[in-house]
């Protein structure tokens, strides 16, 4: 059989569809109103979500795998730091080099640029805060440079008359990016009638822990890797309740000790005043004020053992 009906048999059939229907035309049958279903199905799509974000060389805790090593300043001037000499693609390859000689066999090092985006200043400025925010186009300038060569992005604060919090929060877009730190700088950080540069400066813990938790609850909101924050000091008045800043584990916190001068009294300096049983160690090297200035492998043989170093 082909499967075709002949004249007699079509009739036939056409009349019982006809009395089933109650006289529904064979436009109107339910079998043609009705949409077939395809004739296969495609299965349903999953999407894989993308990784949390890393940190420039890898990773989403700072130390014990890491040994960081920065250049200390600001664009445009060596004034204030050896990071401003010469231009940004420049200051990026000389970090690279520096940063090798800390290499050691349970540790890689992460080279970093430690930007001051808020720089203090000896007189008042318009909002009368003794302190002044670096150009945005300029501090971006740096961090794309930074992040060509895979280097972590601190942004050191300076904030004058204004408290730590207000001189921060400004930088929330740049703070949510995973390879952006920062650092408080206390020396810089007046009371009322204070002008930069005439005293050094202090913050209490209070202050400190506010700008923290913020910190700390911006870098788990947004699930980024372990944030560095440095806080500068080289008295012990600079933070005089040190002992209650508060650890979080959403951040790297370090102690970072800023004395120059002579080797014994930098280290005298640092003994005095390191707490390494709370804080990840950190020590600064002066190109200029430094006599001598000490090697990678005289830093390596401190106790304790810096896990940031950073040259100005």
Known sequence: MDGRLGTGATVAVLVVALAGCGGRTQAETPVQQAKLPPATSSAPTTTTPPPPPELPMGGRTVFPQYRVVAYYGTGGTPAL???GQGTP????????????????????VQPAMEF???????YPGPDGAYSHQVAKEKVQEYLDVARKHHQLFLLDVQPGQKDFMQAVQPY?????QPDVGLALDAEWRMEPGQVPGKVIGHVGAAEVNGVLDWVAELTKSRDLPQKVVLLHMFRASMIPDLTGVAEHPELALVQHLDGFGGVETKMDIYHAIAQPGRFHMGFKLFYQQDKPMLGPEEVLRMTPLPEFVSYQ
């Open 81 to 83: 730091g050896v990071l």
């Open 89 to 108: 693609e420049e200051a990026a390859e000389a970090i690279d080099k520096a940063a090798q000689g800390f290499a050691t066999p349970d540790r890689k």
């Open 116 to 122: 001051i985006a808020t720089v203090a200043d000896g």
């Open 172 to 176: 929330q877009d740049l703070l949510a």
